[in-house]
């Protein structure tokens, strides 16, 4: 079963070597109750640690079960760990976390073939070492005698051939530790080999075979004669043992194994509460900026959208600019004047003109009732609510017919509407502009504000009403041209300003009398404004997250320190490297999804506070949380690799070690 060749080892301590073991040959049989014995820094731990496969050897051979142990890997180490040996250890190497049951089916969540009856198991184990009534109990609940029972139930719950034994009664009393004593001799009566090291030669007297070590030699090799006769014939001999060391393939272990994660991670987390909480407020604030930010952002765009759509698509607008006559600046309007011809001669004479039409503008104070307010009264013709996108939700726009007759109608913006009317139904009403009378004949679509501008704060009536009976103006404030396509933008734009020199008369010394402001160069300039906005923000918000993820890797590293122990128990009973590094990246996770459920939350929450408190429109999406949560947990995994990945690497003799 077990061959030992010319085994060395030697450890470095500073600049010194010390020669743990010195050329040790052994062989072990399968049944064997075997006690190791020796003074302190004989190399009898070494030893044992080696036929454990829990440390290598400098230079010799090892075979077990007729394995060259130094030509397996890691993971068939680990399996070998897992379902051939069992670990008694002196001081129990229990997790303090978990409870006895959990600790005894510690090594099945590292098996191959997991099943719910091994609970049924675990619980069978321990009420065979008595403790049927203790299952509940975590180890610091537990004596130190029925800490042990809980370490030789884990070392028996997967039925193994070998069960080693580090000074197991050591830090129990004499009546517990007789106890221990005859639980493993009834274990070997059952054919199971023991290999227990002691310096104790009452405790060895359980044994059949005493072997004493010397300064990493062997002295002595005494058996008692016939000791193995009575349980060789329970030894199970079988000469199959490749399933003993074959890799765990099964494409679903991953996803089995992922419920035991989630529960260790949440039991390490909640362990240090305070910990937990430093590490997820780095990725609760880096969440809580992308989704606050992108928010404003997207709520920004989205306001600018409307107000560009509100504009008109591929528009013109034609105004009467300010002149300067010998230093002295005139008023907009004094040398270029447009009237109605022309409106009508820009239809006629470019043909990429698809609509055309002139407005005025003015304030007016607007009475009903004994309410008033004081707004903006715009002229403007029919044509207006295709080119403004201004299409009234409730009621009509008027006619061409109702222009040509100055008819007084008009069509209110919404904040009129509220201002005057509250929740009443205004179709159909009269209202005062500037003592006038009015109808109201619509309400226009509600557009917003953009900062001290309010876009629905104003009235609409037919501009030859508003020039002739309302604002008493000859000329035409503005001219709105809208162009077919946008590749005729410029060339429409250049025709019309010949058109306006040559039928105004201007020289080209006079050509900035009036302007022509292309709308689409303004929404394309105000849309990148939006774009560069939202990426800065964005950009801030990812900052924070990548703070958040050193915060991560920080404390995982910190935890990976302080749980080096631990480690090295769960390497012991049979975890590979990949199950290491699936329970901290893990736990790195768990720490990224609960940081950013809650940065979702108070990412919501300012950007409903700042959207009603400041009035800045906020559109939370579910791209943005889609976004702040894959990249959370992305964040989790990279920056929890590192440490995740040097826990996985750990020596498990070392680790155990680590104080």
């Known amino acids: 079963m077990i061959q030992l060749s010319n085994i060395t080892k030697t450890y ?74 069992g670990f008694v250890f002196q001081h129990f190497n229990l997790l303090s976390r978990t409870s006895a049951l959990e600790n005894t089916i510690l090594p099945m969540l590292y098996a191959s073939d997991r099943r719910g009856k091994n609970m049924d198991k675990a619980r069978r184990r321990l009420s065979e070492v008595g403790l049927g009534n203790r299952m509940g109990h975590k180890p610091n609940e537990l004596s130190g005698g029925q800490q042990q029972r809980v370490a030789i139930a884990r070392a028996l719950i997967h039925d193994p051939r070998i069960i080693l034994a580090d000074e197991p009664t050591g830090n129990l ?30 405790i060895a007297a359980h044994a059949q075979r005493i072997i004493r070590m010397r300064d990493g030699i062997i002295q002595s090799d005494e058996r008692r004669p016939g000791a193995t006769a009575d349980n060789i014939n329970n030894v199970n001999i079988s000469s199959d043992t490749g399933s003993l060391i074959a890799p765990r393939t099964n494409p679903f272990a991953i996803l089995r194994e992922l419920p035991h994660d989630f529960r260790q991670a949440w039991r390490a987390l909640m362990a240090n509460k305070v910990r937990s909480f430093l590490s997820m407020l780095g990725i609760l604030i880096g969440v809580t900026s992308v989704i606050a930010m992108l928010a404003i952002g997207t709520g920004a765009r989205k306001s600018i959208e409307e107000q560009l759509a509100s504009m008109g698509s591929n528009l013109l607008v034609v105004r009467p600019g300010a002149h300067r ?13 447009f009237t109605p011809q022309d409106v009508t001669d820009i239809r006629a004479s470019i043909q990429a003109v698809k609509r055309v039409a002139g407005s005025v503008s003015g304030r007016g104070q607007v009475v009903f009732g004994n309410k008033n307010w004081n707004t903006r009264v715009q002229g403007a013709e029919p044509e207006y609510t295709a080119m403004r996108a201004a299409q009234p939700t409730v009621g009509r726009f008027f006619s061409a017919d109702e222009m040509n007759k100055r008819v007084r109608v008009v069509v209110l913006g919404m904040t009129l509407v509220r201002e005057l009317f509250g929740e009443a139904n205004p179709l159909g009403e009269y209202v005062k502009i500037n003592k006038v009378n009015f109808q109201v004949v619509g309400i226009l679509p509600e557009k917003g504000a953009t900062g001290w501008f309010d876009q629905d704060d104003l009235a609409v009536i037919p501009l030859t009403t508003a020039m002739n009976r309302l604002l008493g103006k000859d000329y035409l404030d503005s001219i709105d041209v809208e162009i077919r396509s946008s590749e005729e933008m410029e060339t429409a734009q250049d025709a019309m300003r010949d058109l306006i020199c040559r039928t105004h008369r201007l020289p080209p010394s006079q050509t900035n009398t009036f302007e022509i402001r292309n709308m689409a160069e303004i929404q394309a300039a105000l849309t990148e404004t939006s774009r560069t906005m939202s990426w800065l923000l964005a950009s801030i918000a990812a900052v924070s997250l990548l703070v958040g993820g050193i915060g991560i890797m920080n404390i995982m590293l910190v935890s990976v320190t302080e749980r ?7 390497k012991a009973v049979g975890a590979r490297q990949r199950d290491i590094l699936a329970q901290f990246l893990t736990e790195a996770l768990v720490v990224s999804v609960l940081g950013g459920g809650l940065g979702i939350f108070l990412g919501w ?22 976004l702040a949560v894959g990249f959370s947990c992305i964040v989790g995994i990279v920056f929890g690799l590192w440490p995740a990945t040097k826990a996985a690497h750990l020596n498990p003799i070392d680790a155990l070690r680590y104080e």
């Open 605 to 626: 929450l300012i950007s409903t506070l700042v959207s009603n408190l400041a009035g800045w429109p906020a559109l939370v999406t579910l791209s943005s949380i889609v």
């Open 564 to 570: 080096t122990r631990e480690i090295g128990i769960r």
């Open 325 to 337: 006559a010998h230093g002295v600046a005139m008023e907009a309007g004094a040398v270029t004047r």
């Open 173 to 202: 009393d004499s009546a517990s530790a007789e106890e221990i004593l005859e639980i493993l001799t009834g274990l070997n009566r059952q054919g199971i080999t023991i290999i227990m090291v002691t310096h104790e030669s009452d």
């Open 12 to 85: 470095a301590i500073g600049e010194v070597a010390v020669h743990a073991l010195r050329g040790v040959s052994l062989t072990i049989a399968p049944g064997e109750f075997v006690a190791i014995m020796g003074p302190s820094g004989s190399g009898k731990s070494t030893l044992l640690h080696i036929l454990g496969l829990l440390d290598v050897p400098d230079a010799g051979s090892y075979r077990l079960l007729d394995h060259e142990v130094a030509r397996l890997s890691d993971n068939e180490l680990a399996a070998l760990r897992n379902s051939t040996l």
